[in-house]
């Protein structure tokens, strides 16, 4: 069966960005925590150099996954991936398709119609693997609608004091979480913890 799986890098004091919108010190442990190599697809390739237990974490997690859903500003501030995200098709929900948008050669889709047919779309594109959501507005909506299964949060080694909260408005809190799985690299602490339902 299909998870949607929320998945966000945050500051121990719950920052995922800087309000400027700046990510730079949550994602820092991507690319300086370690030198082992984990290369991403996509229409603009990144190499990762990680510890290797974030490595290993990160591996299995791009391995699980079969789409993406995310919300207009993620999708704006990654500059819409080039098109092509390295983690499979990527849903966006927005109220309107961004102009130069629609590319034959993309697979970055939108998804003007709402939350469910959002979340709808990106299940049947994983095909049996599991949908990754990321961006703040984006994983609360998901969590006050009761479809997030999973919530992975990697925590980096860093207080931001404000800026965006991953969990700032949360409709039915509380909500409650199964027991976590615990993975620490360098600079970075990844936590895995299932939702439980209602």
């Known amino acids: 069966m299909t998870k949607v799986v929320a998945l966000m890098s945050?500051?121990?004091?719950g920052f995922v960005a800087d309000p400027d919108d700046g990510v730079a010190e949550v994602f820092d442990w991507y690319f300086s925590s370690?030198?082992?190599e984990v290369p991403t697809g996509g229409a603009d390739p990144m190499t990762f150099r990680v510890s290797a237990p974030s490595a290993g974490h990160l591996r299995a997690l791009t391995a699980e996954l079969g789409a993406m859903l995310t919300g207009r500003r993620t999708f704006e501030v990654a500059h819409g991936w080039g098109g092509r995200h390295g983690w499979g098709p990527a849903f966006v929900?927005?109220?309107r398709v961004p102009d130069g948008w629609l590319?034959?050669?993309s697979t970055v889709h939108f998804v003007t119609d709402g939350l469910e047919s959002?979340?709808?779309q990106a299940v049947a594109a994983a095909a049996g693997k599991s949908v990754g959501v990321h961006g703040a507005d984006t994983i609360q909506q998901c969590l006050n609608a009761g479809l997030i299964d999973e919530i992975h949060v990697d925590i980096a080694a860093v207080l931001l004091?404000?800026?965006v909260r991953l969990f700032d408005r949360l409709a039915g809190a509380p909500v409650w979480l199964g027991?976590?799985?615990v993975t620490a690299g360098v600079g970075v602490t990844h936590l895995r913890?299932?939702?439980r339902k209602a």
Not at 10 to 13: A, N, Q
């Open 161 to 163: 004091g404000s800026g």
């Open 103 to 105: 590319r034959p050669d």
């Open 193 to 195: 913890y299932p939702v």
């Open 179 to 181: 027991d976590p799985a």
């Open 93 to 95: 929900l927005t109220h």
């Open 10 to 13: 945050m500051s121990l004091d």
């Open 118 to 120: 959002a979340v709808r």
């Open 34 to 36: 370690g030198d082992v």
